[in-house]
């Protein structure tokens, strides 16, 4: 009798969805189907649509949310993607949750507050139609899995139509911005834009850490494709696949401790050693302006070359960003940092990221999501600026006598 009964309500819940999906698709569902009046929609436009920085659902700088993945005739020139994935660290867990803190420390990145004085562009509002596409849905319990999604997502992303296209090796083509999880995400983004561009990628890595190191120093005896992938062997293993420029790529702001007795990691030959290294206190030496002009000497301007920039925020000092993984004492300050990236705006970025954000181990004031999501206002920013495809002015990446010519102006 329980049975029958519950197939009698069955039934009937069926038979009314389908009574009422009849009356709304004969157009009688005014609540679904009724235009609203020019003049109303406008009253309500004038009345509620705005948000403060601290209102809303959390997207990154507030930006139209679409889960890209799902949509495939959606089109974009930019896209923020998260990356939420962290198990395949040797230290601290928790970068999973980085593209949530960094997205909630971009609310005061308002699209219709965000001109940038340095570049002269509000990057939110101008040629580029940038979107947050939400997150890859990575597997947690495989690391195989995991890897294998992340690549069809960037392969999937990468290569649709962009709606503006700009000049250039990306003509037509839209540019990832992804928000980790941890540093090893960048393999499968590598991978990806091998394929799209077919030819090897310039990587400009800012890191305290080399992320060349062969597997076999984790272990030479419990080895297997799943240990292999972890985010400090990425780039050995992307080297050694064909996938990086070994003439053109960089490391910047490394202060790592080496394996073994010597310095054979950055000696033993092999396709890994083809990165410039530029040391954390380097910068004491050359300033910013040097690293500067070290960087762009190195990876070069032309527009016909890609270019990926992986940042992963322990670069910075843990004083002033705590919040990651794999922290080490002497790192770059935020403000030093910024001044290098808004040097570097020229280079003809394909796509970026920002990884190993742990937020569990971040100050109250959160302090390191702050910092990534500040990263990737200037990256994006300088994505936008370049394919403005005509001087839009601002007053970094100038010659030093100009810049001071314009302090002078202003005293």
């Not at 038979?15 to 009849?22: E, G, Q």
């Not at 997150?135 to 995991?146: E, Q, S």
Request: hydrophobic letters at 35%; proline letters at 6%.
């Amino acid at each position: 009798m329980l049975a029958q009964s519950w197939t009698g309500i069955f039934a009937g819940l069926l038979l009314l969805y389908a009574s009422r999906s009849t009356y709304a698709h004969d157009g009688h569902d005014h609540h679904d189907y009724e235009e609203i009046p020019i003049d109303r929609r406008e009253e309500l436009l004038a009345k509620w649509d705005q948000e403060w920085s601290f209102s809303g659902i959390s997207t990154f700088a507030h930006l139209e949310h679409v889960k890209c993945l799902l949509e495939p005739d959606e089109q974009y020139d930019i896209a923020v993607l998260g990356a939420p994935f962290d198990t395949s660290v040797s230290y601290r867990p928790g970068a999973r949750f980085g593209p949530r803190a960094i997205r909630a420390a971009s609310a005061r990145q308002l699209p219709g507050n965000s001109y940038n004085t340095r570049a002269a562009i509000n990057p939110y509002q101008n040629w580029a139609r940038i979107l947050d596409c939400g997150d890859i849905p990575i597997m947690p319990f495989d690391n195989g899995v995991a890897e294998r999604q992340m690549y069809e997502a960037f392969l999937e992303l990468g290569t649709r139509d962009a709606p503006n296209p700009i000049p250039g090796i990306s003509h037509g083509k839209p540019k990832i911005v992804t928000l980790g999880g941890d540093h090893s995400i960048t393999l499968p983004a590598l991978r990806a834009l091998y394929k799209i561009y077919g030819k090897p990628i310039t990587v400009l890595h800012f890191d305290a850490h080399l992320d060349t190191w062969n597997p076999v120093r984790y272990s030479a005896y419990w080895t297997s494709d799943q240990s292999r992938f972890n985010h400090g062997s990425f780039f050995h293993t992307a080297s050694r696949e064909g996938l990086i420029s070994n003439t053109s790529s960089a490391h910047a702001g490394l202060r790592t401790r080496l394996t073994g007795l010597d310095d054979g990691d950055y000696s033993n030959p092999g396709p890994e050693q083809g990165f410039l290294r530029i040391h954390a206190d380097d910068i004491d030496d050359i300033g910013p302006k040097g690293v500067i002009d070290t960087i762009i000497s190195r990876v070069g301007l032309s527009p016909d070359e890609p270019v990926y920039l992986s940042l992963d925020i322990d670069v910075l000092d843990p004083g002033i960003a705590p919040g990651t993984g794999t922290p080490e004492p002497g790192g770059w300050t935020t403000r030093e940092l910024i001044r290098i990236l808004r040097g570097i705006e020229k280079l003809n970025l394909v796509g970026a990221d920002i990884v190993e954000v742990s937020p569990s181990y971040d100050t109250v004031g959160e302090a390191t999501a702050l910092a990534a999501a500040q990263v990737a206002f200037e990256l994006i920013t300088s994505m936008v600026k370049l394919g403005a495809q005509e001087d839009v002015g601002g007053w970094y990446g100038k010659k030093e006598e100009k810049v001071e010519e314009r302090k002078r102006d202003e005293l």
